[in-house]
């Protein structure tokens, strides 16, 4: 019999699958992602209860969403068996109940297993932001402000780009997260411009991985800001993304995990999804079920050990927990 919620073995296996087919007559409103290694690609959010889980949209996909009630219930489906019931949610600006957006959809660094470098997208100006931010607020959907970007020219003119909006924004008086690449002295301007949560990703916490994928960048600098920014948000308040799927152990996983909770940040296991435009780039397999559970449930257990929570996230992927399994939250 389908479920009424989302457990964690049924999200571990949809993000495993990372993909659905659905009829667009049943989508409330699908966006395309302009961040990162899902950049390029549509996406529908998928609710029960209290959990979520975000889908690129895939006519050949296993998992299919149709309806099964007059009421307008919605079930996810593999291979026609029923996994579980819910609705869709409506993403006005990259995902629900948040203005998540994306200054600059184009890039001068080239990890590798990224599309924005290949899309080179377009670069909001300021008025297109907060237009966008108004909008999610006009339509009564707004709990947080969330602010990414690629890079056009300099991660300066990035952070200078956001500390130019952040005073802007606070008169919604919502959490505001930022993540972007870290400058000397950033996190402290954010912080005192009015953000509320910081997230520089890290990528991946095997150097030889990291130096393979991510040329371009500095993965020990990306730590210690990291480490500083917990410094000035304080706890709870610093997340990164660590992407599985790009050939690391699983002692590699356990070790980094470890090492940036012992810094006072939470990692966000963030399953490679794998684009046409890289195909062949690096290393890249989408993490199966098993293995998603198995390290997210690692992962819970050094989480409570330094007592970080990723469940009191106000703003960002971990307060969306559409694309991953979060400690906390879905177990």
């Given amino acids: 019999m389908q479920s009424r919620s989302i457990t964690a073995e049924i999200k571990a296996q949809l993000i495993s699958i990372g993909s659905v087919s659905v009829d667009p007559a049943l989508v409330p409103g699908s966006f395309g992602s302009t961040a990162g290694p899902g950049a390029g690609t549509s996406s529908v959010f998928f609710r029960a209860g209290s959990q979520r889980v975000r889908l690129n949209i895939n006519k050949a996909s296993p998992l299919s969403i149709e309806k099964v009630g007059e009421d307008g219930t919605l079930a996810i489906l593999k291979d026609g068996v029923q996994l ?14 948040q203005a998540f957006v994306t200054l600059c959809e184009s890039c001068i660094f080239n990890c590798s297993y990224c599309p924005v470098p290949k899309l080179q997208g377009g670069i ?10 108004d909008a999610v607020a006009k339509a009564g959907k707004l ?11 300099s991660v300066e003119a990035e952070v200078q ?51 393979k994928v991510c040329k371009d960048l500095d993965r020990t600098y990306i730590l210690d800001k990291l480490e500083e920014a917990v410094e000035i948000f304080g706890k709870n308040k610093v997340h990164s993304n660590f992407i599985i799927g790009l050939g690391e152990s699983d002692a590699c996983v356990k070790a980094g995990v470890e090492a940036l909770a012992k810094r006072g940040i939470i990692p966000i296991l963030r399953p490679i999804s794998p684009h046409p435009l890289r195909v062949g780039s690096c290393f890249m397999e989408r993490p199966t079920p098993k293995r998603l559970l198995k390290l997210a449930k690692m992962e819970k257990e050094i989480l409570e050990k330094y007592g970080l929570r990723p469940d009191f996230a106000k703003s960002m992927c971990l307060s969306c927990g559409g694309c991953d399994l979060v400690p906390f939250v879905d177990f």
């Fill in 124 to 133: 909001k100006t300021d008025k297109e932001v907060l237009d966008i931010v």
């Fill in 161 to 211: 780009r956001v500390l130019k909006l952040l005073p802007e924004l606070r008169k919604y008086e919502v959490p505001i997260g930022v993540s972007v690449y870290p400058t000397e002295g950033c996190s402290k301007k954010f912080f005192e411009a009015g953000a509320t949560e910081v997230k520089y990703n890290v990528e991946t916490m095997e150097p030889d991985i990291f130096k």
């Fill in 143 to 153: 709990k947080a402000i969330s602010l990414t970007s690629g890079v056009e020219e």
């Fill in 84 to 97: 579980v019931c819910g609705r869709l949610e409506r993403a006005l600006a990259h995902c629900p109940e």
